[in-house]
Antibody
Framework: QVQLVESGGGVVQPGRSLRLSCEASGFTFRSHGMHWVRQAPGKGLEWVAVISYDGSNEYYASSVKGRFTISRDNSKKTLYLQMDTLRADDTAVYYC????????????????WGQGTTVTVSS | DIVMTQSPLSLPVTPGEPASISCRSSQSLLDSNGFNYLDWYLQKPGQSPQLLIYLGSKRASGVPDRFSGSGSGTDFTLRLSRVEAEDVGVYFCMQGAQAPFTFGPGTKVEIK
């Protein structure tokens, strides 16, 4: 079955860390760039980060650069998002998504999305 | 960062009638190979987003042919030839030409 399944969300205090995971199945994971996209409650979509097929290139949104780290383990078909120094405005549903090309940038065609995992940053 | 704008932000539609959404970028999304790095996504109520159009005009697998994308450079349009009730939701454009990638604010489509 072709799918992405996120996990790792939860409630965390400001300033703390959290690591999200996204397990892929049903496609050749190592052949695609992978993204994290988030959606704050009642808001639109915000692109967060992308990693190239082999992990050699990473790019980040300005709002998370220096605090979040995207990584992947192709042997485990898993994408990660390490989130440090979390803030209240990081509260959102976090989606992982598969891009069409292998590159980090440019990118296009997020053609497979997970169901999302919710992160709530609150004291 | 490239700024994406969409219009309208709200679009009441009548089933069977056509509809269109405009998306503009603050910088050109056209590269030297002739590719426009502009995608369209639809997020239906309570669901994850789904890809409709990529590279400006290429319809994603399984997307009905009533959806079409056009445009180049900084101006793009998503057209629905005949709106159906299942097309309601929020439509987003996104640029992938230059990281950090950016989404438009979204256009909410609802039935009149």
């Amino acid at each position: 079955q072709v799918q992405l399944v996120e996990s790792g969300g939860g409630v965390v205090q400001p300033g703390r860390s959290l690591r999200l995971s996204c397990e892929a199945s049903g496609f050749t994971f190592r052949s695609h760039g992978m993204h994290w996209v988030r959606q704050a409650p009642g808001k639109g979509l915000e692109w967060v980060a992308v990693i190239s097929y082999d992990g050699s290139n990473e790019y980040y949104a300005s709002s998370v650069k220096g605090r979040f780290t995207i990584s992947r383990d192709n042997s485990k078909k898993t994408l990660y998002l390490q989130m440090d120094t979390l803030r209240a405005d990081d509260t959102a549903v976090y989606y992982c998504a598969k891009g069409i090309p292998i590159s980090g940038s440019p990118q296009y065609g997020m053609d497979l999305w997970g169901q999302g995992t919710t992160v709530t940053v609150s004291s | 960062d490239i700024v994406m704008t969409q219009s309208p932000l709200s679009l009441p539609v009548t089933p069977g009638e056509p509809a269109s959404i405009s998306c503009r970028s603050s910088q050109s999304l056209l590269d030297s190979n002739g590719f426009n790095y502009l995608d369209w996504y639809l997020q239906k109520p309570g669901q994850s987003p789904q890809l409709l159009i990529y590279l400006g005009s290429k319809r994603a697998s399984g997307v009905p042919d009533r959806f079409s994308g056009s445009g180049s450079g900084t101006d793009f349009t998503l057209r629905l030839s005949r709106v159906e009730a299942e097309d309601v939701g929020v439509y987003f454009c996104m640029q992938g030409a230059q990281a950090p990638f950016t989404f438009g604010p979204g256009t909410k489509v609802e039935i009149k």
